[in-house]
Nanobody
Framework: QVQLVESGGGLVQPGGSLRLSCAAS????????MDWYQQAPGKQRELVCT???????NCADSVKGRFTISRDNAKNTVYLQINSAKPEDTAVYYC???????????????WGQGTQVTVSS
């Protein structure tokens, strides 16, 4: 069974740093994309940063220069490095991936359970 398990959330002071991790488990054949979304209370879930199959990365303008997404393909893991954290970064962060497994090689979409990030002094 394919699962995405997130970790690394918590409380951080404004200006501080935090690194989120998302590990994909299961009999994975190929990972096409791995992404991070954020959802603040009362708001829509929004794409924050994304990677493609070649690990080309891109982030939303609101976080560009502060957030960095990276992948470790050997561990099937994607990271979100948050630097210079701002209170408006407070949200639940969700990992998302589109991948195939060794059973049928079909591309499917998966979501992590979410991890809370709170930026406050």
């Amino acid at each position: 069974q394919v699962q995405l398990v997130e970790s690394g959330g918590g409380l951080v002071q404004p200006g501080g740093s935090l690194r989120l991790s998302c590990a994909a488990s299961g009999r994975i054949f190929n990972i096409y994309t791995m992404d991070w979304y954020q959802q603040a209370p009362g708001k829509q879930r929004e794409l924050v940063c994304t990677t493609d199959g070649r690990s080309i990365t891109n982030c939303a303008d609101s976080v560009k220069g502060r957030f960095t997404i990276s992948r470790d393909n050997a561990k099937n893991t994607v990271y979100l490095q948050i630097n210079s954290a701002k209170p408006e970064d407070t949200a639940v962060y969700y990992c998302h991936a589109e991948l195939s497994d060794y059973i049928d090689y079909l591309r499917r979409s998966y979501w992590g359970q979410g991890t809370q990030v709170t930026v406050s002094s």
